[in-house]
């Protein structure tokens, strides 16, 4: 794959960490951002220069934007070009909807729908320039089937498929790609607290009866990464769970 200049938000842990990985290690050029995970994040950037793979890592919370502007100048001040944005920092709060406050559904908004919006925002001016680009966006399978108890997470995720098939239409003709990849169920950080029996409850409804590995997104993203046919679409990595 011919090297890309990559950035990738939410990049310390889970599916951002798995992404961050593998585009690292296939040679591109790769900007892990991270925000309160420091630790992790060094720890992700050791571990792949002790394999030969460089690897940047940028602390910027990008719910905010004169950060997500600073680590956008260290991209193109370091590499002068971004070709790749994946939007995957996220956030969720399970609550009842009448127990949702409005801070509750402003920090969920905030961090996973305001965030990819500012970011693209900022990073797309420059792949217009590029007449190039890609740009994924991590979804999840709340954003089209929604989920109990979590009301203003699915609505943030939701509004994600909307932004990409609305950017996807815009900018087609720029040469720019946007698609979003929809979890199922995957093993992260974010489902710690699901107990091994709800697990085994979730296999029931997921035709390969198994439940998801990071890793499984991020081949999706690679794939996606290296394409480049395919834009506006939701692409569902769930094992046939949402049919």
């Given at each position: 794959m011919e090297q890309k200049?990559?950035?990738?938000?939410?990049?310390?842990?889970?599916?951002?960490?798995?992404?961050?990985?593998?585009?690292?290690?296939?040679g591109n050029r790769v900007i892990a951002n991270y925000n309160q995970s420091f630790e992790a994040a060094c720890q992700l950037k050791n571990e792949l220069?002790?394999?030969?793979?460089?690897?940047?890592?940028?602390?910027?919370?990008?719910?905010k934007r004169e950060e997500v502007c600073k680590m956008v100048d260290f991209a193109m001040s370091q590499y002068g070009r971004i070709d790749v944005l994946v939007n995957n920092a996220g956030v969720d709060n399970e609550k009842m909807f009448l127990d949702?406050?409005?801070?509750?559904?402003?920090?969920?908004?905030?961090?996973?729908?305001?965030?990819?919006?500012?970011?693209?925002?900022e990073v797309i001016k420059y792949m217009l320039k590029q007449k190039s680009g890609c740009i994924i966006n991590i979804s999840s399978i709340y954003g089209t089937a929604g989920?109990?108890?979590?009301v203003h997470y699915s609505a943030s995720k939701a509004g994600i498929n909307g932004l990409t098939k609305a950017l996807a239409k815009e900018f087609g003709l720029s040469n720019i790609r946007i698609n979003a990849i929809a979890p199922g169920a995957i093993?992260?950080?974010m489902t710690a607290n699901v107990t091994e029996e709800d697990w085994e409850e979730v296999k029931k409804e997921i035709p390969l009866a198994k439940i998801g590995m990071?890793?499984?997104?991020?081949?999706?993203?690679?794939?996606?990464?290296?394409?480049?046919?395919?834009?506006?679409?939701?692409?569902?990595?769930n094992g046939g769970w949402n049919m």
């Open positions: 200049v990559v950035i990738v938000t939410g990049a310390s842990r889970g599916i951002g960490r798995e992404i961050a990985s593998l585009l690292a290690k296939e220069e002790e394999m030969g793979t460089q690897i940047d890592i940028f602390k910027c919370d990008v719910s949702i406050t409005d801070d509750d559904w402003n920090y969920i908004m905030q961090n996973n729908l305001y965030s990819a919006f500012c970011t693209t925002q989920g109990s108890c979590d093993l992260t950080d990071p890793k499984d997104i991020a081949k999706c993203v690679k794939w996606l990464v290296e394409d480049d046919y395919t834009t506006g679409q939701i692409i569902e990595i």
